[in-house]
């Protein structure tokens, strides 16, 4: 097994920690106004009992990520850290709430290609990896729509527009290399008085080709509204195409809005492949693995995606992302200008 991505995490993971005790809160990272958050919220940072296993052996470290070339098998089966226990009551509002501080929600995705037409519009579950699997949004393709369209829904069987499960939805532009998330609500053409009823940009997702095409590691450009100082999102309610978050980025308008990128994988000249160390959670090589960081702490993981098996992966994500940005963002990366095996 290639075990020699230890440069990706500086020596011996064993005794490194996940996050660089020396940086400020990682709250920190992404308000965008008002006070800097309490000092209470931020000693919420440290992880309880059993959710964050991260700290794993050097011989977790993954040779998987974006691979040019065969990278060779582990011989060793490995364990992947289950998700904390984390209640889930009301199902709406926790795949639409952030990540706790401190806790990394462990997730995973099961794409079903059953059916006719599933090769074409498979169907994608999230569930929390953990011993109830927890079901939480369920994810598929409109068929009549010119550019890729993604429904998500928090019932499995209901994955319609007007159904009242409809949670939000993942919309592409033509080229299908930038992606919009919204939430469900309107269209601004049916804006009501206050606007209060129009539809928030949750995240906004940019692929860039480089000299491999997208055969090579992808770079990944990710969007999303700030936070204020009771760490809640910024409302995003762009009242035209020229307002959201795609466009404010593209003019450099950052004001409520944080920019994350993909980390740069590694070459191994070892296993002729790109490396990430994923801490046990990735077991295959794919070109859809990633790691989302903010530039200012590239240890702390905002969100992580990848393969464990043909048609299953593991998602996990932390402040400030919710279920839906993550499970969007995760779509994305499967969409078929994008998708190479």
């Known amino acids: 097994a290639a075990t020699s991505s230890d440069e990706e995490d500086d020596s011996d993971s064993s005794t490194k920690p996940i996050r ?16 800097p958050p309490k000092e209470k919220k931020s ?31 582990s011989k060793k089966k490995e364990e992947r850290p289950p998700s904390p ?9 926790f795949v639409l709430q952030p990540a706790p501080q401190g806790v990394t929600v462990k997730c995973r995705v099961t794409r079903d290609k059953k059916g006719m037409d599933r090769g074409l519009y498979p169907t994608y579950y999230l569930h ?21 369209n993604y429904l998500i829904s928090i019932d499995p069987t209901d994955l319609s527009r007007g159904g009242e499960n ?17 939430d469900n609500g309107a ?5 009501n008085a206050d606007w209060s009823n129009v539809r928030q940009e949750l995240s906004a997702v940019v692929y860039e080709t480089n000299v491999l095409g997208f055969k090579g590691p992808r770079k990944m450009t990710v969007i999303i509204p700030g936070m204020n100082a009771d760490c809640e999102r910024v409302p995003i309610r762009p009242r035209n195409d020229n307002d959201g978050l795609l466009m404010r980025w593209q003019n450099r308008n950052m004001d ?3 920019e994350l990128h993909n980390k740069a994988p590694v070459w191994n000249d070892e296993t002729q492949s790109y490396v990430l160390n994923f801490h046990g959670r990735v077991t295959h090589a794919s070109v859809k693995n990633f790691q989302i960081v903010h530039s200012s702490d590239p240890d702390y993981i905002v969100m992580q995606f990848g ?35």
Request: with cysteine; hydrophobic share 35%; aromatic share 8%.
């Open 256 to 258: 409520n809005v944080i």
């Open 166 to 182: 409809f949670i939000g939805k993942l919309r592409s532009n033509l080229m299908g290399t930038r992606f919009t998330v919204f």
């Open 307 to 341: 393969r464990v098996a043909d048609d299953a992966f593991t998602m996990d994500y932390n402040y400030p992302l919710c279920a839906v940005q993550a499970f969007a963002i995760a779509l994305s990366s499967f969409d078929g200008k994008l998708a190479c095996e």
């Open 43 to 73: 000693k919420k940072k440290v992880p309880p009992k059993g959710a964050e296993s991260e700290e794993e052996t050097p011989e977790t470290l993954q040779k998987n990520s974006n691979k040019k070339g065969k990278a060779k098998k």
């Open 85 to 93: 226990v984390i209640e889930v009551e009301n199902l709406e509002e």
């Open 20 to 35: 660089s005790e020396k940086k400020k809160n990682p709250a920190s990272l992404f308000q965008t106004g008002g006070d």
């Open 187 to 191: 269209n601004p053409d049916r804006a």
């Open 128 to 148: 929390l990896d953990n011993d109830k699997k927890v079901f939480l949004l369920a994810g598929r393709k409109r068929k009549k729509s010119k550019t890729s």
